[in-house]
């Protein structure tokens, strides 16, 4: 019975999918007032992050985006098109998931970037790392 309700209990912890994924009016989701997001079109030091520059067609940059993602472990990628991405990337352990989603802005020259826990509160600064990650391997030479 201790198994069981553990099992349910963690079963919980993954969340469902937000239903404000995706893009609205153009943008990405704004963050929560929770620190476990970061997103390039937040105002406040907290959830700021830089966007990843953009070089050459949309459709190409998600392209590489997509591959970059799929390198990286327990990742998997929900939506990929010309402009957009939505991947899940879950925890080695309590399989916790996180939403990263990448945004072409062809007018600004940038890809903008949201990633969130879809639980609890904090992330222990996972979602900044995992960016920085994806950032380092974007600004790096490209993958043969």
Request: aromatic share 4%; net charge positive.
């Amino acid at each position: 019975m201790i198994m069981l309700s553990g099992s349910v209990v963690l079963a919980g912890c993954h969340g469902a999918r937000p239903a404000s994924l995706g893009v609205r009016d153009g943008r990405l989701a704004p963050c929560p007032s929770s620190p476990n997001c970061v997103s390039s079109l937040a105002d406040d030091d907290t959830h700021r992050i830089a966007p990843l520059p953009l070089s050459g067609a949309a459709a190409s940059a998600i392209g590489r985006i997509e591959g970059i993602v799929r390198s990286l472990p327990r990742s998997s990628v929900i939506l990929a098109t010309e402009n957009y991405l939505h991947a899940e990337f879950r925890s080695a352990v309590f399989r916790f998931v996180d939403d990263v989603e990448f945004l072409v802005d062809e007018s600004a020259g940038v890809i903008q970037i949201r990633s969130a826990s879809r639980v609890g509160t904090s992330d222990l600064g996972v979602n900044r790392k995992r960016i920085e990650a994806i950032r380092a391997r974007w600004n790096g030479p490209p993958s043969r």
